[in-house]
């Protein structure tokens, strides 16, 4: 193979998506949505934390949903573009926890 075919490989083997590795990554909120949200009711900051979990509960499937697009651009070569708005959907995902539990006081 030539110097420009093997680069033309390389680059294009780069940018494969992975099913896998998106699944995985769509985990990473429910995760965070899981710690601190178990945080907040262990702390005794809700009032209810029955309906705190059934509302974070709903909360959980978009972050999931965001977080695999967000492991499709950086799959596919959009690393820091994923990784801005990864950072940003993490923010506003703990925010939102917190402004539930706060809205349950």
Do not use: E, T
């Not at 420009?4 to 083997?13: C, F, I, L, V």
């Amino acid at each position: 193979m030539s110097a420009g075919g093997d680069a033309a490989y390389h680059r294009a083997m780069a940018r494969s998506f992975s099913w896998k590795q998106g699944l995985v990554h769509a985990m990473i909120p429910l995760a965070v949505v899981l710690v601190v949200g178990g945080l907040v009711s262990v702390l005794g900051l809700v009032a209810s934390p029955y309906r705190f979990g059934k509302q974070v509960g709903n909360l959980v499937v978009l972050p999931m949903l965001a977080a695999f697009g967000l492991s499709c651009l950086a799959q596919l070569g959009r690393r820091r573009l994923a990784g801005g708005l990864g950072l940003a959907l993490l923010l506003a995902l703990v925010l939102a926890v917190v402004a539930l539990a706060r809205a349950g006081r």
